[in-house]
């Protein structure tokens, strides 16, 4: 059970000698990016664009998921956290 943004952080940090975290939070900028191709493919190579597997993302997509330090940024309410030229 989550009681707070703390205990999400916690997750998404590696601990008691793993190497990855628990939880990994993918980008939706890169899951976005995954439909539109999926959307613009052929028919037969829709199946080879479907959501691989937590270690196959990994492996291929390091940049589909957030650093720990990326979603600590995370501003409450969704997004990214927005710098002074934005208004944040």
């Given at each position: 059970?989550?009681l707070?943004a ?14 990855l975290p ?14 539109r191709d999926?959307k613009?493919?052929?028919?037969g ?5 479907s ?26 309410g969704?997004g ?9």
């Amino acid at each position: 059970r989550c009681l707070d943004a703390s205990d999400i952080y916690a997750e998404c940090e590696a601990r008691d000698g793993l190497t990855l975290p628990p939880v990994r939070l993918l980008k939706s900028s890169w899951l976005l990016a995954r439909a539109r191709d999926i959307k613009s493919a052929s028919p037969g190579r829709t199946p080879a664009l479907s959501l691989p597997s937590r270690r196959d993302l990994e492996a291929r997509h390091p940049d589909a998921f957030y650093t720990p330090e990326e979603v600590r940024a995370l501003r409450r309410g969704g997004g990214p956290p927005r710098g002074p030229q934005e208004g944040g």
